[in-house]
């Protein structure tokens, strides 16, 4: 879509304009003519146009009114809707099932845009996004990896990742100062994490990051006693970052059943 948008900074805006990186994306994503399709924060619409060329119709959502008005006047409504809304807010479950994301990321908003994406997921089928490469690094993480933390636990409970690609700054206008990586999302159906367990695991993972140094002992304390620490045969010294997916199940699922500490839950701030 030619244009003379100006990129525009409290918006994240980075706009793809590589054609090897666009077809590469394409080519990993695959849709199918009538896949359910939602384009997040589609801009100039590197991505639109081709996946139109592949697709019957094509949902986005988009924030910048400016790119709202120049979208809605080069394609047809019948061919793309044109969501004028914040994908931070947008219910995504509103648009059916079998729902399949697709976009490039703002990265000035992407863990909350992740996070809230994470708590739709039974919606969807799959997701292909472009992101930093460093948020990309954090959401495949593995314990005792720099990276790993809550946003990786938070995710892969609920879906299979894995890191495809990197796509260097040169392919956008402006260049970012940092390179992109391609990640592909799959729900996964069999979480370790049952969905009765999952608001405390979240709440669980999220104080045990908040401060990354606190042993367990410190940063559980409000639901662990020394009994549940020998119960559950952890150590207290260690830290939230020794541990695996599995153990933040089973410390969910025991005080799940333990009434007496599944007191309220409120999630610490996102990091």
Do not use: C
């Amino acid at each position: 879509m030619t244009s003379s948008h100006t990129p525009r900074k409290r918006f994240g805006q980075h706009f793809l304009v590589d054609t090897t990186a666009i077809r590469r994306i394409l080519d990993a994503f695959g849709p199918a003519r009538e896949d359910n399709v939602v384009e997040i924060g589609p801009g100039l619409g590197a991505l639109t146009r081709p996946l139109l060329e592949r697709l019957t119709h094509l949902h986005v959502v988009e924030i910048d009114r400016n790119l709202v008005a120049e979208l809605r006047a080069q394609f047809p409504p019948e061919r793309l809707t044109v969501h004028a809304a914040d994908a931070l807010k947008f219910d995504f479950s509103a648009l059916g099932e079998n729902i399949r994301l697709i976009g490039n990321l703002p990265y000035n908003i992407s863990t909350p845009l992740l996070f809230h994406i994470a708590s739709q997921a039974s919606a969807l089928r799959d997701a292909l996004f472009m992101l930093q490469k460093e948020v990309v690094d954090r959401m495949v993480a593995q314990p005792g990896d720099a990276a790993y933390g809550r946003l990786s636990l938070t995710l892969q409970a609920r879906f299979r990742m894995r890191r495809l690609f990197v796509i260097e700054p040169g392919a956008f206008r402006p260049p970012p100062k940092v390179r992109s990586a391609i990640v592909r999302l799959e729900p996964e159906h069999q979480s370790v994490v049952a969905a009765a367990d999952m608001p405390l695991f979240e709440a669980i993972v999220a104080a045990g990051f908040q401060q990354r140094r606190k042993t367990l002992r410190n940063s559980l304390s409000r639901w662990l006693g020394s009994d549940d620490f020998a119960h559950l045969s952890l150590d207290p010294g260690q830290r939230a970052e020794a541990l695996d997916i599995d153990t933040y199940a089973r410390i969910a699922a025991y005080l799940r059943r333990d009434g007496e500490h599944a007191r309220s839950i409120s999630p610490a701030p996102s990091s």
